[in-house]
């Protein structure tokens, strides 16, 4: 570890803050640790929040004990925003004008909710979630509801509809494209996630290009898609993607497109400057993941680099979501795929997308994650594949290790 290092600042107490955090000790750093955050909760994670946190009793879902959270020996600047970063000196400055300084500082600011249109904000009973206050207030509305409309027609949208369904209640999707999670899987897929939300009862609207909500005099709001209103919801919920927070950093003059550009150390365009999570676009994909498992280990690697070892962040896409009971995971991208084979097993089915040399590009397994673990080594090694043998479900995938 570099002596020089005294003071680090980490900006947002999100997952990718907290590992990060976690790790710096972990590898020894016995210096200052400050840790800004605009939420006044300890670190937690968020894919619980569009599942068991709004249809169970469900506490925060802590990231550490508060044994773990006490030995990181951190110094909370909370419920505070860090408003901008000072690089020539060093400074992070604070809602309150205060003035921390930094040796190394990591942006893990995460994203935010994307709204279509602005004025939905001013519609009471409109809302979006992303956070353990949101989820609290989504819950508490579901209680008291018995129509949901939800916008948005991809992973949280889809979450959030399925909860809403657990609860018992009727929920109609609204979705701009024709085809379900469009921009991140392809028809396939996307048809048997419909099928899975058909099944279960919620309601798809799909191919609305002209979505309008409006506030009815009771309180609840129709939405008009392609010039057609259903009876009033008593709560919509807003799923339409995110916005990363990259604002700090774009006027702090680093490096940005979708968002911060990072090595595969996480080092921004200023030695001293970190990004991880969200804000930090991939540093191979050239995108912005917004995924839990590469919050937790982009951070861990990039949090080793800033005390100044050697650390390389090379794993491929992955992400899950759960609904109506059934796991969904997602592995790779579909860039490169010219294409997809489909394995009907009885657990569920498997989607492989495939490159022209019959190397995995993508694959998205119903109930399977063991297959799963099984692709993550085949991406690894580059291993050529039989689209005949992944089709045949009487073929035993495993013997493929
Ligand atoms: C409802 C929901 C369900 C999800 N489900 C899944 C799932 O099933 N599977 C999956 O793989 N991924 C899922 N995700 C995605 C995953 O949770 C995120 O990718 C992950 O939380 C990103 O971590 P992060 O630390 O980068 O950002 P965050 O966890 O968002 O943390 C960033 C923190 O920084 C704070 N902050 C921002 N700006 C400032 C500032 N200027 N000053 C101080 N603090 C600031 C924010 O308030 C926030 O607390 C889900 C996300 C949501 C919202």
Request: aromatic share 6%.
């Amino acid at each position: 570890m570099t002596s020089d290092i005294q003071r680090i600042v980490v900006i947002g107490g999100g997952q990718a803050g907290g590992h990060a955090c976690k790790t710096l000790r972990a590898a020894g750093f016995d210096g200052h640790l400050v840790v800004i955050a605009e939420e006044p909760h300890d670190f937690y994670e968020r894919p619980p929040l569009s599942k068991a946190s709004i249809t169970a009793d469900a506490p925060l879902p802590r990231l550490f004990s508060a044994s773990s959270l006490a030995e990181l020996d951190i110094d909370w600047r909370r419920p505070q925003r860090a408003i901008a970063i000072d690089r020539a000196a060093q400074h992070v400055v604070l809602d309150d004008a205060t003035r921390l300084p930094y040796d190394r500082l990591l942006i893990a600011t995460g994203s935010r909710p994307r709204l279509p249109v602005a004025e939905w904000a001013s519609l009471d009973r409109v809302m979006t979630l992303r956070s353990w206050n949101d989820a609290c207030l989504l819950k508490e509305r579901l209680a008291n509801s018995r129509r949901v409309g939800v916008i948005g027609g991809g992973w949280i949208g889809l979450e959030v509809a399925s909860s809403a369904r657990q609860l018992g209640l009727q929920v109609d999707v609204f979705e701009r494209d024709p085809a379900l999670c469009g921009r991140s899987v392809g028809t396939e897929v996307a048809q048997a996630i419909r099928e899975l939300h058909e099944h279960n009862g919620v309601g798809l609207s799909l191919a609305h290009r002209d979505i309008r909500l409006s506030e009815e005099r009771d309180g609840r709001v129709t939405i008009k898609a392609n010039g057609k209103a259903p009876e009033p919801y008593d709560l919509v919920v807003v799923g339409t993607g995110v916005e990363i927070n990259l604002e700090l950093a774009r006027d702090a003059g680093l490096k940005t497109e979708y968002g911060i550009v990072v090595d595969a150390a996480g080092h921004t365009s200023d030695p001293r400057v970190f990004a991880a999570g969200d804000v930090a676009q991939h540093p191979h994909l050239g995108l912005c993941l917004q995924s839990w498992a590469y919050a937790q280990n982009q951070a861990r690697v990039v949090a080793s680099a800033m005390l100044g070892e050697k650390a390389h962040y090379d794993e491929p896409a992955w992400l899950w979501s759960d609904q109506h009971g059934v796991n969904i995971q997602i592995l790779g991208v579909p860039s490169g795929a010219t294409h997809g084979v489909i394995r009907h097993a009885p657990e569920g089915p498997i989607f492989f997308y495939l490159d022209a040399d019959h190397r995995l590009v993508q694959m998205v397994a119903f109930d399977q994650p063991r297959a799963i673990k099984l692709g993550k080594r085949w991406l690894a090694s580059q291993r050529v594949l039989d689209p005949n043998a992944l089709a045949d479900p009487d073929f035993e995938l495993m013997s493929l290790r």
